[in-house]
């Protein structure tokens, strides 16, 4: 059985590490896995990068397909606030032309495929199952990432508040009916896996998934390259007194609002520790910082055995997300055995289980979210017990071979389903 696996990039950004990870734990478990990309970073060869036709006309069509994808997007230019993520739809410039070079195969598994594949035509020429693994709300919303609560994607979108929009027959709702018409084509084949709990309620509770089957699996992650260790040398390197307690934030960019770095600052202020503790940053931009505690950026960390070296080296790390799915950050964490702090926001209390692996806050309580770090940080006895509880969780738990045993198990189940609704009539 060939599984390949469909993500804009290989291991560039949160989404493209997780469905990497999973590729290469079934490897490990012996699958026959690959990956097809429109980025490449990685020397794997078993990540194939899809190239474009050359020829004139697929040329000429690229062009004409990006034109109309930009017109109609830059109409919201003035509108669309500021600080939000991407606004993805369903169109790429690429139309078929993914499908045309695609490898063989016996399953399909999308990850997050924005601006790669172009939903429609993708679910029209192809005819093999698919497993749609969701790394965020896009593929049943309109074309946000993150509703912010919005659950127009409980409807049919219109009218979308991340546009700045007032029009119900807005980009969301030309969006949303693209791609009820492409999952209607796609019929039984599509089978929908939510890491979170919270982002699988989400998906059946939308117009777009409510009648597809839908399954649970959380990520994983390699617990023999995150596991505890001494980070009294890195501490030192960096300058970090051994009686301060470091407080670590850790994503992709520190200037995404959703990840909530500002709540983060805002919650230090006036600490009671505030003599006695400094932040650790990596993200790829340099926060600026307004409060009086020491504050280190690392900047962006690609080798993961630095990161989880910094892991190791921090008392405790914080994730005030104001929305999230299944952070990778928290299960590297737990992995490393560093205690986490978080808003009970998202599939963040799926990790996070409070007083064993952490402390949760009320979203947006930042008082809250001051007075869990303030507990965990003074408390050496109770953060050293939560660090044994969350090694053990995430070995057991959400070790890769964990995740792909149960992966490989429902590409059989798929399997066996589509050999059943393809054989002839006895």
Known sequence: MKILHLSTSDISGGAARAAYR????????????????????????????FIPPADTLSGIQRRLRSWRIKWD??????????GLEPFSEDRTRY??????SMPECDIINLHWIAGFVDVGAFLEETTHPVVWTLHDQNPFTGGCHYDYGCDKFKTQCGACPQLGSSNQNDLSRQVWRRKRQAYRKAGDRLHVVAPSQWLGDTAQESSLFGDVPISVIPYGVDTDLFFPSNGAGLRSTLGIDPDDRAVLFVAESTS??????????EALKNISLDDNL??????????????????????KIINDRLLAAIYACADLFVIPSRQDNLP???????????????????GIPDMVRPHETGLLAEAGDVRKLREAIELLAQSDDKRREMSRT????????YALQVQAKRYRTLYSQVAVSSERKTAPAS
Do not use: I, W
Not at 73 to 82: L, N
Not at 257 to 264: D, T
Not at 288 to 298: A, G
Not at 390 to 397: G, L
């Open 256 to 265: 995404n609002q959703r990840k909530g770095f500002s709540l983060l600052l």
């Open 22 to 49: 999973l590729h290469s734990g079934l490897r490990s478990e012996g699958v026959d896995s690959s990956m097809y990309v429109l980025k490449q970073s990685s020397d794997d060869d078993a990540v194939e990068r």
């Open 95 to 100: 139309g078929a032309q993914t499908v045309a």
């Open 73 to 82: 997007a830059s109409a919201y230019e003035d509108t669309r606030p500021s």
């Open 278 to 299: 400094c932040l650790l940053s990596v993200g790829a931009t340099k926060p600026k910082v307004n409060t009086s505690t020491p504050h280190h950026h690392l900047g």
């Open 328 to 346: 990778n950050t928290v299960l590297e964490s737990m992995s490393c055995g560093t205690p986490v702090v978080g808003f009970e926001t998202g």
């Open 390 to 397: 969350c090694r053990e969780v995430a070995v057991e738990e």
